[in-house]
């Protein structure tokens, strides 16, 4: 288990490495991932941030 | 052409072909000409980041299929073998996660504007099949990973597609059939729709605000800024 | 303005003031900003590659699981050989409420467990002399004899301590054990994989006799449920490890946690019902009164436009038509 990979393999290696016991949250009969959970938050982040940030309003109209 | 016609015939019928390319070329002119397929501005009611999710699922399905071409050129088996495979697959499922998150939020930005208005159902509706198709191609694809995901997919999904009678056409435990619908038939689907979708945007333009009444019937003084 | 069911239709874009908008330099910055975005989030999290379950691995990880599932396939009791449709007539299948469209789609792919799982590839393989004898004896039987033989030695295993085969208590079963012996040998030594895949033909793309067979067993349950695969686990949006999966799948995954679904035995029809019902609502949502009218009534429109609302004062949005 020593050798190292090849050079390529290390250079694309991940840092993050998201293998391993997953993790979930339970609340009643809702079950559902740390991950899933991040990706579903970071849409709603998404969301409202689209709807609340200010659009830059460009020069002028024509 | 005879050589009895008269030679005005000849000229009217240059004017006004009735051929079916002729009629074809019209029709695409007067629905989608090029400044309305291609327009240089914009309503000036577009002005939110909302907007940007659709340009946003058109780059992400970009890369996702740029990504599974290259995934296709090396085979299905090239990935589980070749570190650089591994990272193009990687490309290839982390791209299909934003494509579908921003398609999800697009969805949620044209439901609440109420997109759908002024001639707009279509649109709305090409949308609606191409996520669906979209879903099934994401599934069609964990199906052709040749792994334990697939494996655990492909026999707890059969039930579902048994019971309604779909199984029995659409094999999910056949690798080669599954391995087709990824590839060809359902992002031709995607394609078709996406096409499809975007035309019919550029046809009606971005819709306006709800209740919203163009300046002129408004009696401002932006009257020359229509086209 | 009108109120009520001629609500003001919504006026043509065109006929709106513009300002200039760069359609293709904004397509051309998204394109390559969604292309970085991949290129770093493949480079920090990689992707999840689970290996494939085995026949060979499974009955050598778990001989006691392998012959059990091995009686069971030609004693004609395994899940697969009691579905139904689309694979025997074993079973009616499932219904949505009145209309049986399993069966209706007929038995497309045939699969006769004991023959196809069993006695085939014990068939198609050099056999030791007690092997031949033992399918001597098993094809010379009644049906009836065959079914006593299989479910005394099924109940036996399940006796036997770790229901290890070597500890079965003495009985009458006839020629299965050393059927079921030579066919973990089979498996162990990988010979079945390539059995159950090859159909009679050389080139292979199709899975459905050897995944079925894996089905079957509880070790490859036991593999995805420790991944958190399993349908009560909210299995369907789930990946492997710590990656993000079919989040979208939420709602489909979700009927299957809840009452009358979970302990219905058409929950499979009756989920796929449900959401064909709810996808025909989305796409037709254009024309449902009451639903097309949620985005008017939520108000969440006044922010997406509020500049345009600023500077071009409308005195009663919400009366126009959605
Ligand atoms: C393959 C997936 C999709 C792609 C590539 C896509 C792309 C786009 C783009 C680029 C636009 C114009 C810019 C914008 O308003 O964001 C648009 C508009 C629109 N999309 Fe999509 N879309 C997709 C899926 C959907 C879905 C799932 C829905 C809703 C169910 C939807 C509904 C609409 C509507 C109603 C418009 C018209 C907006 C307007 O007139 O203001 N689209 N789409």
């Known amino acids: 288990m020593l050798t190292l990979p090849p050079l390529p393999a290390r250079l694309l290696a991940a840092p993050i490495d998201l293998n391993g016991p997953g993790h979930y949250l339970h609340w009643g009969v809702i079950q559902i991932s740390v991950a899933n959970l991040v990706v579903i938050g970071l849409m709603l982040i998404a969301f409202v941030a689209a709807i609340l940030l200010p659009f830059p309003r460009k020069r002028g109209r024509r | 052409m005879s050589a009895t016609e008269h030679p005005t015939e000849h000229l009217a019928e240059h004017l006004d072909t009735h051929n079916w390319t002729g009629a074809l070329r019209r029709r695409a002119l007067r629905e989608l000409p090029p400044d309305r397929l291609l327009p240089d501005s914009q309503p000036a009611y577009m002005s939110s980041w909302i907007y940007l999710f659709g340009v946003l699922t058109v780059a992400a399905l970009a890369v996702v299929i740029g990504t599974g071409c290259v995934l296709a050129l090396k085979g299905p088996q090239w990935w589980h073998l070749s570190s650089l495979g591994h990272y193009v697959n990687s490309m290839h499922l982390w791209s299909v996660e934003l494509f579908l998150a921003f398609m999800v939020i697009h969805l949620w930005g044209k439901f609440f504007m109420a997109a759908w208005r002024g001639k707009r159902a279509m649109t709305w509706m090409t949308g609606v099949v191409a996520f669906l198709a979209s879903i099934g191609t994401a599934f069609t694809g964990y199906l052709a990973q040749q792994n334990l995901d697939s494996q655990w997919i492909s026999t707890q999904a059969k039930d579902g597609l048994n019971s309604v009678g779909i199984g029995a056409y659409f094999n999910v435990m056949d690798f080669g059939q599954m391995l087709m619908w990824h590839i060809v038939l359902l992002p031709a689907a995607i394609g078709v729709l996406t096409v499809w979708h975007l035309v019919l945007v550029r046809r009606r333009g971005i819709v306006p605000p709800i209740g919203a009444v163009p300046p002129e019937d408004e009696n401002t003084s932006e009257k020359e800024d229509r086209p | ?322």
């Open chain 3, 1 to 322: 303005m009108k109120r009520g069911r001629t609500r003001e239709q919504t006026p043509d874009s065109h006929a709106f003031p513009t300002r200039p908008y760069d359609l293709v330099k904004e397509a051309v910055i998204a394109v390559i900003a969604v292309t970085l975005l991949t290129f770093g989030l493949a480079a920090v999290f990689s992707s999840p590659d689970e290996k494939p379950v085995t026949v060979a691995t499974w009955s050598q990880a778990d001989p006691a699981d392998f012959t059990a599932t091995a009686v069971t396939e030609l004693g004609g009791t395994s899940a697969t050989a009691q579905y139904g449709p689309p694979y025997n007539t074993a079973a009616d299948g499932q219904k949505l409420g009145p209309l049986p469209l399993q069966t209706w789609a007929g038995v497309k792919h045939p699969i006769d467990t004991a023959n196809d799982f069993v006695l085939q590839p014990l068939r198609q393989t050099p056999e030791p002399a007690a092997v031949t004898a033992a399918l001597a004896r098993w094809n010379a039987a009644s049906a009836d004899q065959q079914t006593k033989w299989t479910g005394a030695y099924s109940d036996a295993l399940g006796k036997a301590p770790n229901g290890d085969p070597a500890k079965v208590a003495a009985g009458d079963y006839g020629p299965v054990p050393v059927l079921t012996a030579r066919l973990l040998q089979l498996g162990q030594s990988g010979t079945l994989d390539a059995q159950l895949l090859a159909e009679g033909h050389y080139f292979q793309t199709d899975y459905t006799r050897a995944l079925l067979f894996l089905a079957d067993g509880s070790y490859l349950q036991d593999q995805a449920r420790t991944q958190h695969l399993g349908g009560d686990q909210w299995g369907m949006m789930n990946e492997t490890g710590n990656y993000p999966g079919q989040a979208w799948l939420w709602l489909y995954t979700f009927w299957y946690q809840v009452q009358p679904y979970k302990s219905s035995t058409n929950a499979d029809a009756l989920v796929w019902g449900t959401m064909a019902l709810l996808s025909a609502l989305l796409l037709l949502l254009p024309f449902i009164p009451g639903l097309r009218d949620i985005p008017r009534l939520t108000r969440v429109y006044k922010l997406i436009w509020r500049d345009w609302y600023r500077d071009h004062p409308t005195p009663n949005p919400g009366t126009a038509r959605t």
